[in-house]
């Protein structure tokens, strides 16, 4: 556990105090949310991603959803699998998507690489490039997970998808890659102590071969939320939410670097991680998925709409900024935000079903100072959770099963939860 930074001694009042901080959280947010003049938008600015999700059953169409993302000015979309009418409504939109290959296909695609060709020529090809598809995810924390049969199969299943790709002449435009939890480290702080699970090392290792060969980046999906959720007295929340005091912070005694906020130590424990495993050179690392629940359960502390917009607002603010972490500062982290909509039929505590920027109906699930008007009048009828990475007809968006999302995960659910990523093991 990270230690509590220790706070002030002489705080200026309270009331004081929050007016500012909500006049601060304003700005921020205004300044992250708000939809770019042209000129603006052609300048060189590190790109916002958006996980696209979907466990619900009255989210709007695909070409209602591009309007929020045009408003947040995200040109990064992630999907959990390769729904065709999402990727034919973005066609032309300059969005670059990844797009997924969920957990029920990678034995198949390590066992048969004709799979993997027939699934690049079903869901690939007749989208692009009328759409910009830049990756496709290999199932989703695989390596996080106890199934042999997994474990074994996905890096075949990642280079049978590559040599599809290869096959098509796709593999410069088009990368292979996999997300992973913070569950794979046997410990991250200080994060230059990090490294991999020993058992996992046998298929982390080569891996991570396949990534710096391949030129793809490595995954991680990163919640500081629930470092905080575990332990609110011990952790400080203007640490995980980007808001650290002039004492705030942690120190790595062994390199010097100082951390003012979680996210960053966390991505750089993973990065300490993978040098430790030879393979420290010509890996990106992204961040994949992060958020904020703006409401829970009565035990999930800290899951509040102001807090929600705080952290949120914060990132992407930072990201705005091009920031690097303290180990790489002159490398501007890539951050997908989870998630666009809250999504009313995720199994899990309330948190689970609260991590949208957005209510279904276009409207922000929190103050985040967009403008646009509520997408209202639309009632979807698509299937939540129906777990084949298919459209089960109507109207519903089925792309994902939400944070860390792809299917077959968990006996009997065909969800993946955020909170289920770290049932067993926090790490901060």
């Given amino acids: 556990m990270i230690p509590s930074p220790l706070l002030s001694l002489s705080p200026t009042p309270l009331h004081l105090r929050q007016a500012a901080a909500m006049a601060l959280i304003r700005l921020i947010l205004a300044a992250a949310f708000a939809v770019l003049t042209p000129a603006l938008a052609s300048a060189s600015v590190p790109a916002l991603g958006i996980n696209y999700g979907e466990v619900a059953d ?28 999402v990727l034919t409504a973005f066609a032309g939109s300059g969005a670059d998507f990844t797009v997924g290959v969920p957990d029920r296909l990678v034995p198949r695609f390590a066992a048969d690489p004709s799979a993997a060709a027939a699934w690049v ?41 590559h040599a599809a790709l290869a096959a098509c002449n796709l593999t410069s435009r088009v990368s292979v890659t996999t997300p992973h939890s913070l569950a794979v480290l046997s410990s991250s702080f200080p994060p230059s102590s990090a490294a991999f699970r020993r058992e996992i090392l046998p298929y982390m290792s080569p891996l991570l071969g396949f990534l710096a060969k391949t030129g793809a980046p490595f995954l991680i999906n990163a919640y500081p939320y629930f470092a905080y959720k575990a332990d609110p007295t011990g952790v400080d929340l203007g640490y995980v939410l980007f808001e650290p005091s002039a004492t705030a912070g942690v120190e790595d005694e062994a390199t010097g ?79 997908y935000v989870f998630a666009l909509f809250n999504e009313d039929q995720k199994p899990g505590p309330a948190s689970e079903r ?59 659910t065909g969800y993946y939860t955020v909170s289920a990523a770290a049932g067993n093991k926090v790490i901060n």
């Fill in 354 to 412: 609260h991590y949208g920027l957005f209510k279904p109906d276009g409207s922000p699930a929190y103050d985040v100072g967009v403008k646009s008007s509520a997408i209202g009048g639309w009632k979807g009828s698509g299937g939540g959770g129906g777990g084949n990475g298919t459209s089960s007809g109507g109207a519903g968006l089925v792309v994902a099963q939400g944070p860390g999302g792809a299917d077959g995960v968990g006996p009997g």
């Fill in 58 to 85: 009255n989210l709007p169409p695909p070409q209602a959803a591009a309007s929020l993302l045009r408003a947040l000015n995200a040109t990064k979309v992630k999907l959990y699998d390769a729904d065709a009418r």
């Fill in 121 to 161: 020529r079903s869901n690939i090809l007749p989208h692009i490039p009328a759409t910009s598809i830049t990756a496709v995810t290999v199932g989703n924390e695989v390596l996080s997970g106890e199934d042999a049969t997994m474990l074994r199969s996905l890096l075949p299943a990642m280079e049978a998808l």
């Fill in 257 to 335: 670097l100082h951390y003012n906020n979680m996210l960053h130590a966390q991505v750089d424990a993973v990065r300490a991680a993978i040098c430790k495993a030879n393979y420290g050179k010509g890996l990106e690392i992204r961040v994949s998925e992060t958020g904020w629940p703006s409401e829970g359960d009565d035990d999930e502390a800290g899951a509040t709409p102001e807090n929600a917009a705080r952290y949120n607002g914060n990132l992407m603010r930072m990201v705005a900024e091009g920031k690097g972490t303290p180990a790489a500062p002159g490398e501007p982290l890539v951050v």
